[in-house]
């Protein structure tokens, strides 16, 4: 690891620490005064947002509340955090630099790593990335009906409302995620470490912070306590001691983290570990709208982020990937 860049490596290790450790401070003082606001609306008229976030709180768990806060600590220290790495806007560096989607200009002060540059088939790889993990994914998951793990049922809110919100949410999360993780995160690996050593503490990375939000359903003793944030964060961490649960649940986000972080790295874009991470989520999302449990079925919980099935399905497409970017020189390497 590179001298003067191993600080930075610190502070995003820091900086993920810091907002779970205040996500998890917060979340106790959002559950009290969301459930506050629903008991109040009940007896008094209130305004319609305030009406439809009363609803929200009253119909929402811990876990939930624990997911909110961790958003808001995440938010509150990322400006902060950008001005602790230098990577405020300044002037413009010489050439172009891997911040072309306007990403802190700071960070391309230094002229290693990877850059990420102009994708002229990034549409394309977008579109394809999608597609293939998607498909894979969707194709995988109907398949287990059938085979009696699962049934499929007609959404509440139709098939097509179902599948554009879906989309929606998909395209959102995974653009954000992807601007953070391999753009901002992963550049900064990349400048500090090898390429092989980046990808691999990228993924990991991407993993573990995944791995800290929880499944619906857990419940507390005491959710009102002044240390139930921390109380659930323990719950979730005592995962980790069991090899089952971890192959279940960390294995899959840490493949999927690895694809996404190859297809950076092999593209020098963005494209298509957005799509490939939009296609994750929109599947996940979708099938888990349109299909419950089977009476009898031991699978709990979303088939498609934990388990077997979903690790086979994020690394087949990850080597589709791979050949999707073939290039002439790739080919011109196995000729010769």
């Not at 439809?52 to 400006?79: H, S």
């Not at 230098?86 to 002060?109: K, N, Q, S, V």
Request: charged fraction near 15%.
């Amino acid at each position: 690891m590179r001298n003067d860049a191993r600080s930075d490596v610190w502070k995003v290790w820091l900086y993920a620490a810091a907002a779970v450790w205040l996500g998890a401070w917060m979340t106790p003082l959002l559950y009290n005064a969301g459930k506050a606001l629903a008991e109040v609306s009940q007896s008094k008229t209130t305004n319609g947002p305030l009406e439809w976030l009363a609803g929200v709180c009253r119909m929402a768990d811990f876990p939930w509340f624990y997911k909110v806060g961790l958003a808001l600590a995440a938010l509150v220290l990322f400006f902060p955090w950008m001005e602790w790495i230098h990577a405020r806007r300044g002037t413009p560096a010489e050439g172009t630099g891997p911040w072309r989607l306007r990403l802190p200009d700071g960070a391309r002060m230094e002229r290693r790593g990877q850059w990420l540059v102009k994708n002229p088939q990034g549409l394309w790889h977008g579109c394809a990335g999608f597609l293939l993990a998607a498909g894979l994914l969707l194709s995988m998951g109907v398949a287990l009906v059938p085979a009696g793990f699962f049934t499929m049922r007609q959404p509440d809110t139709g098939m097509l409302e179902l599948a554009l919100k879906s989309l929606a949410a998909a395209c959102a999360m995974a653009l954000g995620m992807e601007v953070f993780f391999r753009g901002i995160v992963m550049g900064i690996f990349l400048r500090a470490m090898r390429p092989a050593a980046a990808l691999g503490m990228s993924a990991a990375f991407f993993a573990l912070v995944l791995a800290v939000i929880p499944r619906p359903g857990i419940h507390l003793a005491d959710a009102e306590a002044g240390r139930a944030g921390f109380e659930l964060l323990r719950v979730m961490a005592s995962r980790f001691a069991d090899w089952r649960s971890v192959l279940g649940f960390f294995a899959p986000l840490l493949a999927l983290g690895v694809v996404l972080a190859y297809a950076r790295w092999r593209t020098a874009s963005l494209w298509l570990p957005v799509g490939l991470h939009a296609g994750w989520w929109f599947a996940k999302n979708l099938l888990a709208g349109v299909s419950m449990a089977a009476a009898g079925s031991d699978v709990s919980g979303n088939l498609l982020q934990h388990g077997l099935i979903p690790l086979f399905a994020i690394l087949i497409a990850g080597v589709l990937a791979h050949y999707l970017t073939a290039t002439q020189d790739d080919a011109h390497a196995v000729r010769s």
